[in-house]
Each structure stands twice: as C-alpha cells, then as structure tokens.
C-alpha cells in the first residue's frame, strides 16, 4: 500500500538555525510533491511544488529537494524564526493529493 | 491569486441534525474541489472529490449518502453531513485547484477550515 512518512512528529530547534524535514514515500509514483504550512485550527497554506523532472527548488528562505530514486524530499527553512513554528505537510500528487502526517516545528528564540 | 473561503468556520449542533458547509472560490473559478477532514495531530483525509456539474467521486470507506456533495457552479461546492453524530465531529477543509495560475496548475488552495462539533 502506499506510505507518506515524514521523518518526524515533532522537531524543535534553536532560532537562526536551517531546520531540515524529511518526506519519503514507498509504493507510489508521484508527477509532484508539495508542501504546505499548516498553523493549529487552521486550513494548511501552499509553500512550494517541485516536480518529479526536477531536483531542487527555492523560495526565500525555502529549499525543497526531490530524489525520486530514494524517493524522498527535503525541506529546508535557514536562518529559522520562531515565526516558523508550526506544522509542516508534505503531500505527492498525481490527480489528486495524498499527504503525510506533518511534522511540527517548533523554532526556539 | 487564489483565495478559498468556507463557511461556517465552526458550527455545533445537536446529534441527528444535518449541517452544510459551504466551500467557495472567491477569485477564480474551480471545476474540481476537494473536501478533507482532519483529527487532531492527524493528517488530511481525503473524503470526496467534487466535480461541477457531476457525481462526486467519493474515497473508499466514505459514505455517499451520509456526506452529499454538491457542486452546483464553478465556484461553489457544499458539504452536508446528514444525521451528523458525535464520532462526526471533526475538522473539515475544502480546497480547489486554480488551473489558471501558471507553473502551479496543480497546486490545491485550501479554504481556512470547519470545525464541527456534534453533541
């Protein structure tokens, strides 16, 4: 059956540190990979899409990486603020979305 | 842009009642939407995805005819949940794919979210 695991529940690091998440995923072929913030009682918010032709993508103080021969993603927030804290999903998509449990990070001041 | 609203953004209500929920597209038109719910510290569950104008195609294990979905125009598409009960209770979220938005066609854009609570 296929898995999103992403590497852990929660994540606390200390601010202007680069958090990394983890995003792998077995028995599925995705066209794309997502990520989303999702803040507590709150619909989650698009941050960036990286396709299955590419390796790496930036936004600002984003870097996504996509290894579809691991078959795993890597999300990076450098210089982290405590602004940064909350809830981080990864989600593989083909016509539609299946996404991960989410990994809460928590940035430290 | 691509801005998704629900409504209500919570509602409780007794067992046995029905609730809508309302998921709009307020600046672009959206022919598939999607409905999720989500339990606390869980991810979203897929539930149903919405079509304009068509059945909706719902995920195994969903009841049809316990969540009616209806997807009357481009940018409205509503969730009933019929004879709600407790175990019902739970945070539903809309989302919609803006195929207009270059580079992002594929993105999903998801309303703020419902919290139902069924007493």
């Known amino acids: 059956s296929q898995k999103i695991e992403q590497n852990s529940e929660a994540l606390n690091i200390q601010e202007g540190k680069t958090a990394t998440l983890t995003c792998n995923y077995t028995n599925y072929s995705p066209a794309y990979l997502q990520w989303y913030r999702q803040d507590p009682g709150r619909g989650p918010v698009f941050l960036l899409l990286i396709r299955e032709n590419e390796k790496e993508k930036r936004k600002e103080r984003l870097k996504v990486t996509f290894d579809t021969t691991l078959k795993q993603s890597l999300f990076h927030i450098t210089a982290s603020q405590p602004a940064d804290s909350a809830t981080y999903l990864c989600a593989l998509g083909n016509n539609d979305m299946r996404f991960g449990a989410g990994t809460r990070l928590t940035v430290k001041p | 842009g691509a801005v998704v609203s629900q409504h209500p953004s919570w509602v409780i209500c007794k067992s046995g009642t029905s609730v809508k929920i309302e998921c709009r597209s307020l600046?672009?038109?959206?022919?598939?939407m999607f409905w999720y719910r989500q339990f606390p510290k869980q991810s979203l569950m897929l539930m149903a995805t919405?079509?304009?104008?068509?059945?909706?195609?719902?995920e195994q294990g969903v009841e049809k005819d316990k969540f009616l979905i209806n997807h009357a125009s481009l940018t409205l598409s509503t969730l009933t949940v019929t004879s709600a009960h407790p175990e019902d209770s739970s945070f539903y979220i809309c989302?919609?794919?803006?195929?207009?938005?270059?580079?992002?066609?594929?993105?999903?854009?998801f309303g703020p979210g419902t919290r139902l609570t069924v007493l």
């Open positions: 919405s079509n304009e104008g068509s059945k909706a195609t719902y």
């Open positions: 989302s919609a794919r803006n195929p207009g938005l270059a580079g992002v066609a594929d993105t999903q854009y």
């Open positions: 600046d672009f038109q959206a022919t598939t």
